[in-house]
C-alpha cells in the first residue's frame, strides 16, 4: 500500500489550500486515513482523520472550524480542505492509513496507522 500525498504550497495569511491523498496498491478502499503534520523542531501532530465509509471525522482542536477531511470512496482518494490558513499551520503534511478502517486503535495517535505517505510542505506567509 501506497500513499501519495500532494497539493501543499506557499500561500499567505487567511488563504485556502486543498491537500489530496491518493492511496494505491490496496485491494480496498477500506482503510481509515488521517493526517498528521510536523513543523521545524517540533513533534508530529495530528490533524484530521477520517473512517473508511466516511461516517466519523475527528479533527484536532487547532483546526476545529478551519479544516475539512473528506474522502471519495471510487477514487481511494482522502482530501484536506484547509481554509482561514495561519502562521502556525506551516508544517509538512503526511498523510497514513490505518488498515481496520474504523481507527479503533485511536485516530490521534501516529502508532495506530501502519502506512505513511512522503509528505507535502505548506508554508503560510503573513
Known amino acids: 500500500v501506497q500513499l501519495q500525498a500532494s497539493g501543499g504550497g506557499l500561500v499567505e495569511a487567511e488563504a485556502s489550500l486543498r491537500l489530496s491523498c491518493v492511496i494505491s496498491?490496496?485491494?480496498?478502499?477500506?482503510?481509515?486515513v488521517g493526517w498528521f503534520r510536523q513543523a521545524p523542531g517540533k513533534e508530529r501532530e495530528f490533524v484530521a482523520a477520517?473512517?473508511?465509509?466516511?461516517?466519523?471525522?475527528y479533527e484536532a482542536d487547532s483546526v476545529k472550524g478551519r479544516f475539512t477531511i473528506s474522502r471519495t470512496y471510487a477514487e481511494k482518494t482522502v482530501y484536506l480542505q484547509m481554509d482561514s490558513l495561519k502562521l502556525e499551520d506551516t508544517a509538512v503534511y503526511y498523510c497514513?492509513?490505518?488498515?481496520?478502517?474504523?481507527?479503533?486503535?485511536?485516530?490521534?495517535?501516529?502508532?495506530?496507522?501502519?502506512?505513511w505517505g512522503q509528505g507535502t510542505l505548506v508554508t503560510v506567509s503573513s
Open positions: 496498491g490496496a485491494r480496498s478502499s477500506k482503510y481509515g
Open positions: 477520517i473512517t473508511w465509509n466516511g461516517a466519523y471525522t
Open positions: 497514513a492509513a490505518e488498515k481496520g478502517g474504523y481507527l479503533r486503535n485511536g485516530a490521534r495517535s501516529p502508532s495506530a496507522y501502519e502506512y
